[in-house]
């Protein structure tokens, strides 16, 4: 068995979500246009003609919920690193919007039929176990009023291999960030041997993540009690295709 096998800590968060070293070297991949675009999509696929209750779970520095917030709809951010959570309370502070940030893990989460739509954003899911990836969506079941939406979006494991590249090196000034990627098939998990390199210093960061296709999450979801609603091949909305690089999954409580 691989050394990021299931059997050995699939994901070190505290490493992985390093908050300077992962806003360094992402922090041009995440323009506020990208977000833009993704708020405008979310809009439409949550139905947010009028505000609501969010619970925005893994939200990392507030990018979407600053500004969903922002449109008036009440919103709960809740993320493990403090870091983040600090950068996301300033940035509200900033643009003048009240968001109720809490630290805190998805699996521990209590919340019971609190909020009108959920969000797990930008590959936030699939950290644990499957055993955990499903108790993470029986929370968000819990936490969901009668009627409420949830939406999540991941890479689509069909097209991961054919799309699948041995390393990525992030180049920024004399610093380095060497993604060396494989795929565990017999546990669906993609393993990422990170390197990074800032200022001469080397730093591992190895994590894991479960990669699932669209029957996996169908079959995830009901096994929650939640349906799913709609399924997308893309921010865009585009149908989900052979060539869909990546699954937005929207699922519906029952009234």
Known sequence: ?????????????????????????????????????????????????????????????????????????????????????????????????????????MRQINFVEEFDRVMILFSAFGYFEDEENLLVLKRVAQALKPGGLFIMDSPNRDTFLRNFLPFVVTEKGSDLMIDRLSLDSLNGRWLNRRIIIRNGVRKDKPFSIRVYNATELRLLIAQTGLEVYRMYGGWDGAPVTGEARRLVVVAKKPV
């Open 1 to 105: 068995m691989s050394e990021l096998g299931v059997s050995s800590p699939l994901f070190k968060l505290d490493d992985v979500f390093e908050v300077d070293d992962y806003l360094y070297f992402y922090s041009e991949s995440l323009t506020d246009e990208r977000t833009d675009a993704e708020i405008t999509a979310l809009v439409n696929l949550l139905e947010l003609q009028a505000p609501v209750r969010i619970l925005d779970l893994a939200c990392g520095y507030g990018r979407h919920a600053n500004r969903l917030a922002a449109l008036g709809h009440q919103m709960t951010g809740v993320d493990l690193m403090p870091g983040f959570l600090e950068i996301a309370r300033m940035n509200a502070a900033a643009r003048g919007v009240q968001v109720d940030y809490r630290q805190g893990d």
